[in-house]
């Protein structure tokens, strides 16, 4: 349900004239937070909550995710540094 509302939330409607304020990035969201907090039973900061984290690509806070086994972004990155300068290794290498 959070991807779908994020989903949502990121869908723009460029040619629609509404008489509503826009973002403060300037967008105009073809759905409205409160309409997708009626749709969804949701309050309406928590789906500004789980935009924020999928912009910053909180991945593990965006899916309430609190296992010691996420990986961090930090190491996602590390691995990905190693992977991309040694293709040939194989996963249990790197």
Known sequence: MRLLIVFLNLLDASTA???SRR???GRTPLVRHCQMAEW??????H???WLRRWLAGDW?????LQSSEVLTSGLVERIV??????PTWCHERV
């Open 17 to 19: 004239s509404r008489g």
């Open 23 to 25: 973002t403060r990035e």
């Open 40 to 45: 969804f039973d949701e309050p309406q900061p």
């Open 60 to 64: 593990a806070s965006l899916l309430s």
């Open 47 to 49: 789906s500004s909550l």
């Open 81 to 86: 540094t190693v992977f991309a300068a040694f």
